[in-house]
């Protein structure tokens, strides 16, 4: 199994960027296909963006397509998210899961192998 571990949250203004990065131990990284889901205060674990084992295929939430992008880099075991256009509603834990046999899965549920999170607060 993998373990997994975010980083690159933080402050900033709405309008600004940042970008998460999810490190993977394990020699078998690029057999999992990577979600990064958000939770806000309050509110249930939302998905956000999912990528395939490959890279080749991804998938977005409505309320962040065209704004953020996920990517990977199977040589360094690492899955990004790019956010840009960051807005106050972004404010969240994130938080990146693994899954080895089905991608793109939206439910926080179907997923066992999850980070700590990073929270991101994006200011107004």
């Known amino acids: 199994q993998v373990q997994l571990v975010e980083s690159g949250g933080g402050l900033v203004q709405a309008g600004g960027s940042l970008r998460l990065s999810c490190a993977a131990s394990?020699?078998?990284?690029?057999?999992?296909?990577m979600t990064w889901f958000r939770q806000a205060p309050g509110k249930e674990r939302e998905f956000v963006a999912a990528?395939?084992?490959?890279?080749?295929?991804?998938r977005y939430a409505v309320s962040v397509k065209g704004r953020f992008t996920i990517s990977r880099d199977n040589a360094k075991n690492t899955v990004y998210l790019q956010m840009n256009s960051l807005k106050p509603e972004d404010t969240a834990v994130y938080y990146c899961?693994?899954?080895?046999?089905?991608?793109?899965?939206?439910?926080?549920?179907?997923?066992?192998?999850w980070g700590q999170g990073t929270q991101v607060t994006v200011s107004s």
């Open positions: 899961a693994a899954d080895r046999t089905t991608w793109g899965r939206v439910l926080p549920y179907d997923y066992d192998l």
């Open positions: 394990g020699r078998t990284f690029s057999m999992y296909s």
């Open positions: 990528i395939t084992a490959s890279g080749g295929n991804t």
